[in-house]
């Protein structure tokens, strides 16, 4: 676990300045400003928009234990960069692996890879961190 938080940290550096919300926890800027308006900022799937969706929005903090008590780390980075291809909300999920390389198209292919990456990480360690 300190191994992650590490290679967070050393990925944190490579992100632009986000909202004032959770200055010190990039994984949390990224769950705020991409996953609370539907999920809720407690990630009980109690957002703004929830009620205007289609589907149910999974509670976020069960992860684990809908896993035998272990985070699926891997499924929920496809999940999130878009490659696992689950459906939300009537259509795919927005896919913000492809959001997040665009808005850093402007550092160079190689360079928006790594921030993308870094970003997507730094969600997946705050939703494992959410874990009930």
Same mark, same amino acid.
């Given at each position: @676990?300190?191994s992650?938080?590490?290679?967070?940290?050393? %990925?944190? *550096?490579?992100?632009?300045? &986000?909202?004032?919300?959770? #200055?010190?926890?990039?994984?949390?800027?990224?769950y705020?400003?991409?996953?609370?308006?539907c999920?809720?900022?407690?990630?009980?799937?109690?957002?703004?928009?929830?009620?205007? @969706?289609?589907?149910?929005?999974p509670?976020?903090?069960? %992860?684990? *234990?809908?896993?035998?008590? &272990?985070?699926?780390?891997? #499924?929920?980075?496809?999940?999130?960069?878009?490659?696992?291809?689950?459906?939300?909300?009537?259509?795919?999920?927005?896919v913000?692996?492809?959001?997040?390389?665009?808005?850093?198209m402007?550092?160079g292919?190689?360079?928006?890879?790594?921030?993308?990456?870094?970003?997507?990480l730094?969600?997946?360690?705050?939703l494992e961190?959410?874990?009930?």
């Open positions: @676990m300190k992650r938080a590490l290679i967070a940290a050393a %990925l944190a *550096a490579c992100l632009p300045a &986000a909202a004032a919300v959770a #200055q010190d926890d990039p994984g949390a800027r990224e705020m400003s991409s996953c609370a308006s999920h809720g900022e407690n990630g009980k799937g109690e957002g703004p928009l929830a009620e205007l @969706m289609t589907v149910a929005v509670d976020l903090t069960q %992860l684990s *234990a809908q896993n035998d008590g &272990a985070f699926p780390m891997l #499924q929920v980075i496809q999940v999130i960069d878009g490659r696992s291809g689950i459906r939300g909300h009537g259509y795919p999920m927005p913000w692996g492809s959001r997040y390389k665009a808005e850093a402007g550092a292919e190689y360079s928006a890879e790594i921030v993308t990456r870094g970003r997507v730094s969600l997946a360690l705050y961190a959410m874990q009930e």
